[in-house]
């Protein structure tokens, strides 16, 4: 009888290692890795990340602020704005203001929003979600009836009434994107946490005699974190565009401030003799609420292979 090679009986037993050995979140990393869909998607949002970075330097380097009016030279005789050209990249608006530069700082405005209002209403919404789902009882009742207030409320009405009311300021914006999607982030993390806490494992932790703040954030947390993870993505482009539907409306930033929504606005004097007015502005907003979708597409099924699976064959 042939004797097997050590050397290559070895073999399977090792690989068999490295594939347990990785977690989920490696697994996760290298599907979305070899997603070419959301890694092109991933190039786009860092090099519209640059872009925002980099617009006062941008500004410096050929020499236009994104406030200076060239009557002169920015506007025809006639006073309409300038097409593009190799002085204005972008042509200019209706005051002779470089499009091209207003639009880079634009994007700082709206990656802002985004990222902000994102980050507050995941950490928020998940604080709210772990404590009525783990807690239960009163404290469940209590948080969840909150939540659901919150989500009864009709969004864009309540923002438009509230900037109405105090003013066009960018922070006011980020508050109200915040209240009104931490609770789809909190009902999420509730439902999670309520499966998660009757776990063996919860279980094993809480008779060792670990703290309830131990479990929370040890046991509970990471497990959590894919879902919350996949929302927040897709949180992003909802901001940017709830932002820029707010300054078209002239409530989410102080009129002159360089916004893609203000941007719009004021090109609207200007349609048909300036369509360049709405395509730099609407297609810079339209990219990146794009890319931020795409990716996190490309997030959720990394993340959860078989619920994508199940989706695209239903």
Not at 58 to 66: C, N, Q, R
Not at 223 to 248: D, G, K, M, Q, R
Not at 261 to 273: P, S, W
Not at 274 to 292: I, K, M, R, S
Request: no cysteine; net charge neutral; aromatic share 8%.
């Amino acid at each position: 009888m042939a004797t097997a090679d050590p050397e290559r009986a070895g073999e399977p037993e090792q690989e068999q290692d490295v594939v347990k050995g990785r977690s989920p979140w490696r697994l996760g990393w290298e599907r979305l890795r070899h997603d070419h869909v959301a890694m092109a998607a991933a190039v786009v949002i860092v090099l519209i990340g640059l872009a925002a970075l980099l617009a006062g330097v941008v500004s410096d380097l050929i020499s236009h602020p994104p406030d200076t009016q060239y009557r002169e030279i920015g506007l025809s005789p006639a006073g309409v704005p300038q097409p593009p050209d190799s002085t204005f990249w972008f042509g200019t608006d209706g005051v002779g203001r470089d499009v091209f530069v207003r639009v880079l700082y634009g994007t700082r405005i709206s990656l802002l929003v985004g990222i902000a209002s994102s980050f507050g209403a995941v950490v928020l919404g998940t604080v709210i979600g772990m404590l009525a789902g783990f807690y239960g009882g009163a404290v469940d009742t209590l948080l969840a009836r909150a939540l659901d207030v919150i989500l009864s409320m009709p969004f864009l009405l309540f923002g438009v009434a509230l900037a109405a009311v105090l003013g066009p300021s960018l922070w006011l914006v980020v508050g109200v994107i915040v209240f009104f999607t931490l609770a789809a982030v909190g009902r999420i993390v509730r439902g999670q946490t309520l499966s998660i806490r009757e776990r063996e494992y919860v279980e094993a932790a809480r008779s060792l005699g670990a703290s309830n703040r131990r479990i929370m954030f040890t046991e509970i947390l990471p497990n959590v974190l894919a879902p919350v993870l996949v929302y927040a993505s897709l949180l992003v482009p909802i901001a940017i565009i709830f932002s820029a539907s707010l300054s078209f409306l002239g409530l989410g930033v102080p009129p002159g401030t360089p916004a893609w929504g203000v941007m719009l606005r004021e090109a609207i004097d200007y349609y048909t003799v300036a369509p360049w007015l709405f395509a730099f502005p609407g297609g810079a907003l339209l990219l990146t609420t794009l890319a931020f979708n795409l990716l996190g597409d490309g997030v959720r099924d990394a993340l959860d292979p078989k619920a994508s699976r199940l989706g695209r064959a239903g």
